[in-house]
């Protein structure tokens, strides 16, 4: 550790009884504040393939010029720990430390963040491991599967004051963000209507026949794997293909949904549905998986008070036919923006004859392009670092720098997490989720959602 780092420190000890009353930090947080010339070193927790695909060549794109580096790697499965640790060693010409658990990475008197992309039903968990250890964290979606685990994450996080990224990276697309201006300053009109589909056909997604045959019991953690979920008998497809169990994954809700229904709260500034009802089932893909490989589910939002505003959001995915290019459609009464082709138009507004006929003004949004570049949503995990989450990962390493709040805050991934639980919930029961802004719950017919 180089005396810079050190005399920061402990002139920021110092002086922290000055500030923690009104920062809500501890003393201990308060050290862990980086100098504007200080190396920043992360931990990776979760040697998955969303972090070898993405994450990583993402973080090489920027780590010279930001001063930041790659120091250890947690990850339960010996063979994936080993894996993580010759890879970041070839990419960054150092050693890489190894930790069998996160309790190990974070003795690491060193280690100022980590970038999480465990299992799904993890990330909100090992999220309040991060902060309550004083460690800033880029946190991959969905953020929480269930309600219990998101509002102690929120908690935690807002009660830490450290940087906490959500891995919704179009929040970071310069598309998306001129869409969210433009609907936000009132010139699309008022929402009334929002389609985003998400298809595929692809077998193997999800599926890792490979490392399921490679894993054994022995060479991992499967008591800490499980976490905070019902205790069940080892089972090695559970832990490497958890996105087709439920209660380790939401499936299709969790890791499309997440992403799409996530500009919808952006670009309207609702925080959640006021209710969802899903269908479904596992029409095509039947190996055993609990979560279905189709599904529709229909939301209604709007301000919780009024009722006689708001508008319908359509989510529908399928994994037996499609070729993996998502789709969000908005509509207003003056036309359509469209997230794939990146343009806003006239198409379905009201024309001059009809609005005549009802003695109403014509009105149609303009022709015109969100923005000059095209820009391609990637859906892989193993992209080799697409452009979006590129400019995500840059964002929360600046963030840490200047302490500033990132594109996709925590209150992003708390957002999305409401509305995936509770399609979860309308999914797994048939009824219709509500939720309660008094307790913080999803409901189903007045009843807390349980797994």
Request: charged fraction near 25%.
């Amino acid at each position: 550790m180089s005396s810079r780092r050190k005399f920061i420190r402990q002139s920021l000890k110092a002086s922290a009884g000055i500030y923690l009353g009104t920062m809500g930090l501890s003393a201990a947080s308060y050290a862990r504040i980086i100098g504007s010339n200080d190396r920043v070193n992360v931990g990776v927790i979760g040697f998955s393939d969303r972090f070898r695909g993405s994450h990583l060549p993402c973080f090489m794109n920027h780590y010279k010029e930001l001063n930041f580096d790659m120091v250890a790697v947690s990850d339960i499965w010996k063979m994936r720990r080993e894996e993580g640790a010759a890879l970041l060693k070839s990419k960054f010409g150092h050693d890489i430390r190894t930790c069998r658990n996160n309790d190990e990475l974070y003795a690491m008197k060193d280690i100022d963040a980590v970038m999480i992309s465990t299992a799904d039903f993890q990330h909100a968990l090992h999220t309040i491991e991060a902060v309550k250890a004083g460690r800033d964290a880029y946190t991959e979606k969905p953020f929480a599967e269930t309600m219990e685990d998101n509002n102690a994450a929120l908690k935690a996080v807002k009660e830490s004051g450290r940087i906490v990224q959500i891995g919704s990276q179009r929040r970071s697309g310069a598309n998306y963000q001129a869409a969210a201006e433009f609907v936000q300053q009132g010139k699309f009109g008022d929402i009334t209507m929002v389609e985003l589909t998400w298809n595929v056909n692809q077998p193997g997604r999800w599926r890792r026949l490979d490392a399921v045959s490679k894993i054994r019991e022995e060479d991992t953690d499967w008591t800490r794997f499980q976490m905070n979920r019902p205790a069940a008998a080892w089972d090695p497809r559970k832990y490497l293909e958890f996105r087709l169990f439920w209660p380790y994954s939401s499936g299709l809700p969790g890791q499309w949904m997440s992403h799409q229904i996530d500009t919808v709260h952006w670009f309207s500034g609702l925080q959640h549905p006021r209710s969802v009802v899903a269908n479904g089932g596992v029409y095509k893909w039947k190996d055993g998986r609990s979560n279905w490989d189709t599904i529709t589910a229909v939301f209604d939002y709007g301000p919780a008070a009024d009722k006689t505003k708001g508008f319908q959001v359509v989510f529908s995915s399928r994994m037996h036919n499609g070729d993996d290019d998502p789709t969000e459609l908005y509509y207003s009464n003056g036309g359509e923006l469209n997230l794939s082709t990146n343009m806003i138009s006239p198409k379905g507004g009201l024309k001059k004859g009809p609005a005549e006929a009802m003695k109403m003004q014509p009105n149609l949004l303009p022709e015109m392009e969100l923005v000059a570049e095209k820009i391609k949503v990637e859906t892989a995990a193993n992209t080799g670092g697409d452009q979006l989450t590129s400019a995500h990962i840059r964002n929360w390493m600046e963030c840490i720098r200047s302490r500033k709040t990132p594109n996709a805050p925590v209150e992003a991934g708390y957002s999305h997490s409401i509305a995936t639980i509770m399609t979860t919930a309308a999914s797994r029961t048939g009824g219709k989720a509500t939720f309660d802004e008094a307790t913080k719950q999803v409901l189903v017919d007045g009843k807390i959602f349980k797994y």
